[in-house]
């Protein structure tokens, strides 16, 4: 220790101003965290990242009011897009479900509709949820559902079978390039989710 | 006052403290002594390295033949994961910390750290999150749930809102780590912007403390967003949210954003200590004053601005986009030019330097080479197109391996060997020392160099069993391994043999070395720097 001057170390007040702004970023870094969720969400609606489709549900698959589209003000006669629908049941949901329309050739800005058959295979009530896909992602944004079996839950009695139906309009901004849409459907139990793996079917 | 040891009373003497001075355990419950800190963080972390070791140990000798031998496939899962998460939570990241405990004090010129009693707080947060991690594996012994967290570290939904109550511990564990490095951090922060001594302007701060500084900002940016995503994890499982339930509307994909928006920068977290310390050693040992300071920390700046940008790469195939993925496959690349400046001025210190190599300077070398195989694989794999095939592969395992053992562990090793010397007041024995550096280099590159090739040639990740071609490589690189874990021994007995005795150090200990902590006795005295130096 060689040349030494009188202690200008600054006071704890001082460290404890720096740590409590610091602690500020933290809460904010927290809350951004949470801020992501409904971040990533208006993101993906908007551009129609990850296949979400524009008329889109709410928190816990809802359809929100006013978030239905407008009819669109012309059909696009000079065009045909192919229309393609699929379902898949995921594990832990006994029932079976198809399209009954496998594909759909239309106009774009023509309403539409399209029905799957789902049937519940087992001998209990069970209570779906389906959530549907639009590939290719940047086909979403134009594909409006107006309605949709998806938009709420689904209870289904022992061995009911049902039609379940679906109201959609393609608009007509959808890029030239684009002549098939696929519309995929995954169904899931809705009490069964969060069961652990090895007391699900 | 007691007069529990004549150091105590003297330091009490010297320097007016009212407060008691225990002995025994609760001197070390209590302690606020920065060194002392620094040392339980040390050898916390080294304990956790050997816990971590030997999970892994298991999982390779698991590998060494195709078929099921040893485990059962979900104990294999549960391995996997926890082994990660004691690795970067319970060894490398208190390692780090330690370091800075220990050294940004003396090289600074501050007292002690900026909080004392936070500083003791946040690790005594730690071996009660450990615990809470590796409890699992002995309450499952005992008939009691299903095991730890099967689910790998990175914790994706939705498998870890239907794994079994290993989720649940990992959960409140990381939250606790979390915790303690936030605490660590700010207290960090709070040292380095206030007790610089007089004169030590923030372009005068060494490489080490800067690498730090950046660290520590990392961390109180991205660890809340990781509790935040393992608070919706806990929700979700158990109070009926639905932020990754896709029945609820709820989206698994997000949990891989908010996961990895942390993941990523924990890489720089991890390394940016040990990159700091590289410049200090190199130039130690080749005589010549660092090449490129200025270079350096906006290197560092930049590195830890890119790190929080470019965290989808590590999901490219999970159906993102094409503008995303151009986006984060240049952005990723990007990084690769501050850390090519870092590489060149670390060569560039090197450049015409009376070098001798000494066991941290063999460390440093070694990290140097292989940490750069890391950045060069991992330009394979932020390229989109190549990261179809190799992801989720055993090339990214051998790339993250370079990256984190040696680049995070022998960079740990590298300071570890650089300044116990002044720590102890003894040096080290070279000899065993070097026989480790041998040993550690050749068993790490014979385990996961057949990694990579694995990799290139289809064996996914986070199996616990292979098709049949895959059997030679896996051979070899379980051989690697135990050779690997058990050379880390001697590094275990050279520590401890430096404690016990051995030469005197010198107070520069190095012929080459320059800064403030090497003006101190080695070891220093309890209390140091009371009296803060002047910088000219």
């Known amino acids: ?201 | 006052m007691s007069n529990a040891s004549s150091l105590d009373q003297h330091a009490a003497d010297q320097h007016g403290y009212g407060a008691s001075h225990p002995s025994g355990i609760l001197r070390w419950l209590t302690t606020t002594n920065h060194k002392e800190i620094g040392s339980m963080y040390l050898i916390f972390a080294l304990i956790m390295f050997f816990v971590g070791g030997a999970m892994i140990l298991a999982v390779r000798a698991e590998l060494f033949q195709p078929g099921l031998q040893l485990m059962q496939p979900e104990f294999f899962n549960q391995l996997i994961g926890v082994h990660a998460l004691v690795m970067i939570f319970a060894a490398l990241m208190p390692a780090a910390t330690g370091f800075a405990n220990w050294q940004i004090p003396l090289m600074i010129g501050a007292p002690d750290m900026a909080l004392p009693r936070i500083n003791n707080w946040g690790f005594w947060l730690l071996p009660p999150a450990a615990t809470l991690l590796t409890l699992p594996f002995i309450l499952a012994l005992f008939g009691i749930g299903d095991g730890a967290v099967a689910t790998g570290w990175t914790l994706y939904a939705p498998l870890s809102v239907q794994g079994g109550m290993g989720v649940d511990f990992a959960i409140f564990a990381i939250h606790i780590l979390g915790i303690s490095s936030i605490l660590g951090s700010i207290n960090i922060i709070v040292t380095i912007f206030n007790l610089r001594a007089p004169g030590m302007t923030m372009m005068k701060l060494p490489l080490f403390c800067w690498g730090w500084l950046i660290t520590a900002f990392l961390l109180i940016a991205t660890i809340p967003v990781l509790a935040g995503a393992v608070t919706m994890l806990l929700t979700d499982r158990h109070f009926g949210t639905n932020f990754f339930n896709a029945a609820g509307g709820g989206d698994p994909i997000l949990f891989q954003h908010l996961f990895w928006f942390f993941g990523h920068p924990e890489v720089y977290i991890l390394l940016l200590p040990v990159w700091g310390l590289m410049p200090h050693v190199i130039s130690t040992f080749s005589r010549k004053a660092v090449y490129g300071y200025k270079a350096q920390v906006y290197a560092f700046i930049a590195i830890g601005v890119l790190g929080v940008i470019v965290w989808a790469h590590h999901f490219l195939t999970a159906g993102l986009p094409v503008p995303a993925l151009l986006y984060f496959m240049y952005s990723t690349m990007a990084i690769s030019l501050p850390l090519a400046v870092l590489f060149f001025c670390w060569i560039a210190t090197m450049w015409r330097g009376a070098m001798s190599f000494e066991t941290p300077m063999l460390f440093a070398l070694g990290f140097i080479v292989l940490f750069g195989m890391a950045g060069l694989t991992g330009l394979v794999l932020a390229d989109v197109a190549a990261d179809a095939q190799y992801h989720h592969s055993y090339f990214v395992v051998a790339h993250f391996h370079y990256a984190l053992f040696a680049g995070g562990i022998m960079g740990v090793m590298t300071g570890v060997y650089f300044w116990l010397p002044k720590w102890t007041g003894h040096m080290v024995d070279e000899k065993l020392g070097k026989l480790h550096f041998w040993l550690t280099v050749i068993s790490f590159n014979l385990t996961f160099m057949p990694q990579f090739f694995l990799g290139l040639a289809g064996m996914p990740r986070r199996i616990p069993d292979y098709a049949l071609q895959f059997a030679e490589f896996n051979a070899i690189s379980t051989v690697g391994a135990f050779i690997l874990g058990f050379s880390q021994l001697i590094f275990a007995y050279v520590v401890w043999k430096c404690i016990r005795g051995g030469e005197k150090a010198s107070d520069k200990v190095w012929e080459g070395t320059e800064g403030l902590e090497w003006d101190l006795p080695s070891p220093p005295p309890l209390h140091s720097w009371e009296i803060q130096p002047v910088i000219k």
């Open chain 1, 1 to 201: 220790m060689e040349t030494t001057l009188p202690s200008t170390a600054p006071q704890p007040r001082d460290h404890q101003r720096l740590a409590l702004k610091l602690l500020m970023i933290v809460a904010a870094a927290f809350a951004f965290g949470f801020a992501l969720v409904p971040l990533y969400d208006v993101l993906c609606a908007a551009t129609g990242f990850n296949g979400k489709t524009r008329a889109g549900m709410g928190p816990g698959g809802i359809n929100v009011p006013g978030a239905v589209a407008s009819p669109p003000s012309r059909i696009d006669l000079t065009r045909v897009v192919t229309v393609e629908f699929t379902g898949t049941v995921m594990p832990g949901l006994p029932w079976e479900m198809r399209p009954l329309t496998n594909t759909l050739d239309l106009h774009p800005g023509e309403l539409h509709q399209a029905k799957f058959l789902v049937h519940n295979r087992s001998s209990e009530t069970i209570v779906g949820q389906a959530v549907p896909s639009v590939s290719p992602g940047h086909a979403a944004q134009h594909f409006e559902k107006l309605d949709c079996f998806c938009f709420k839950q689904q209870t289904l009695a022992p061995g009911e079978t049902r039609e379940m139906p679906l109201t959609f309009i393609v608009k007509p901004e959808i890029d030239a390039d684009i002549r098939t849409v696929t519309l995929a459907y995954a169904f899931f139990n809705v009490g069964a989710q969060k069961k652990p793996l090895k007391e699900r079917e």
